[in-house]
Structure formats: structure tokens, C-alpha cells
T-cell receptor, first 111, second 113 residues
């Protein structure tokens, strides 16, 4: 059974600081996704990582994938308050639409 | 391009009742997946439909069922509601066939009293 672990579960950061969220998964997977969720809202797609060594960046967020280590990271640079949200990673397997989600990381940016 | 839509957005039901939730995917998307989100269990996969056929199913009791119509719209039904069924139900659509990004709808917030 595919398991996905995220850490930390909670993260409180000061504005302007850098930090990284980690996502480990238990079996070989072809694709890794990062989503953002604001309170009471749905999931917003941030990144889709499709191959080993993939790196994608959007604004202050950068995601990377190491399939050999079964590890993805979401790096936050110079955090701003607008980035406060819960971030989820998810993985699926080739030919399978089923996403297995991590527990989520609740990120709070303190002014 | 219109996104994934879900109706209703909010629903309050009583234990023992049944409920039907609806999801309209992005135009051209043939795969619809359903997820349940609760504070205790997180995001859990319910089932996925592609071209009117259920392709994958999560570990939920038979009270949870779904179907997909020829226009790719999907419904999920929960019978004999329990308090623990209170959750945010999200549907997601994709082109299908594996390897495509899934786009999530706004969700239906179900409260069972």
C-alpha cells in the first residue's frame, strides 16, 4: 500500500525567512503533485513533477523530485503572509488516477 | 474554460438519510474521481470513473456508491448516513488514461446531524 508522509505537520514562519516542506512516499511512483488549500476551500494545483530530478518554480515556491530517494521538497523563499495555507503532496502510479495524499503541512506566516 | 463544478455546495442531513452529490467535470475530461476530506482521516480516495466505468475504488463501505453519465458528469451517493460521514467531498477531473493532472472542484460540505 502506498503511503505518503509529510513533515512538518505544522510550520510557523516569520516573513522573509526560508523553509522546506518534505514529502516521502513508500513505493515507486511516477508522478508527484503539490496542492495548496486555503481554509474552507478546495485544492489548488501548484506543481506536477513527472520525472527524477524535476524542478519547478513559481514565485516564491520551488518543488523538486528525487525518485530514487522517494522524496519531494517544497521550498519557500522569503515567505510572505499570502503563502499561509495548508500544503499537500500527493502521488499516483502509472495508469492510475488514484491520488494518495500526505497529511498536509499547515503553514502560518507571521508578519 | 469553466472549471469543475459541484452541487450542492452545502448540505445538512440527518442520520439514516441518504444523499446524492453531483460533479460536472471540465469540458473534454473523461475521468472523475471523488475524495473525502475530514480532519481526522485527511484526504481519502473514494472512487474514480472513466467513460461510465468505475476503474478504481478506495476502502469505503458499500454505502458509498457512484456513477458516471455519458456526458462525463458524475454523482456519488451515500446511503444510511452516519455522523462520521460529515466531511468535505471533493471531486476532481482529468483527461484520464493516467498521467494527467487532476483539477479539483470547490467541494460539497456535508454535515450529518
Amino acid at each position: 500500500e502506498l503511503k505518503v508522509e509529510q513533515n512538518p505537520l505544522f510550520l510557523s514562519m516569520q516573513e522573509g525567512k526560508n523553509y522546506t516542506i518534505y514529502c516521502n512516499y513508500s513505493t515507486t511512483s511516477d508522478r508527484l503533485y503539490w496542492y495548496r488549500q486555503d481554509p474552507g476551500k478546495s485544492l489548488e494545483s501548484l506543481f506536477v513533477l513527472l520525472s527524477n530530478g524535476a524542478v519547478k518554480q513559481e514565485g516564491r515556491l520551488m518543488a523538486s523530485l528525487d525518485t530514487k530517494a522517494r522524496l519531494s521538497t517544497l521550498h519557500i523563499t522569503a515567505a510572505v503572509h499570502d503563502l499561509s495555507a495548508t500544503y499537500f503532496c500527493a502521488v499516483d502510479s502509472f495508469g492510475n488516477e488514484k491520488l494518495t495524499f500526505g497529511t498536509g503541512t499547515r503553514l502560518t506566516i507571521i508578519p | 474554460k469553466a472549471g469543475v463544478t459541484q452541487t450542492p455546495r452545502y448540505l445538512i442531513k440527518t442520520r439514516g438519510q441518504q444523499v446524492t452529490l453531483s460533479c460536472s467535470p471540465i469540458s473534454g475530461h473523461r475521468s472523475v474521481s471523488w475524495y473525502q476530506q475530514t480532519p481526522g482521516q485527511g484526504l481519502q480516495f473514494l472512487f474514480e470513473y472513466f467513460s461510465e466505468t468505475q476503474r478504481n475504488k478506495g476502502n469505503f463501505p458499500g454505502r458509498f456508491s457512484g456513477r458516471q453519465f455519458s456526458n462525463s458528469r458524475s454523482e456519488m451517493n451515500v446511503s444510511t448516513l452516519e455522523l462520521g460521514d460529515s466531511a468535505l467531498y471533493l471531486c476532481a477531473s482529468s483527461l484520464g488514461g493516467g498521467g494527467y493532472e487532476q483539477y479539483f472542484g470547490p467541494g460539497t460540505r456535508l454535515t450529518v446531524t
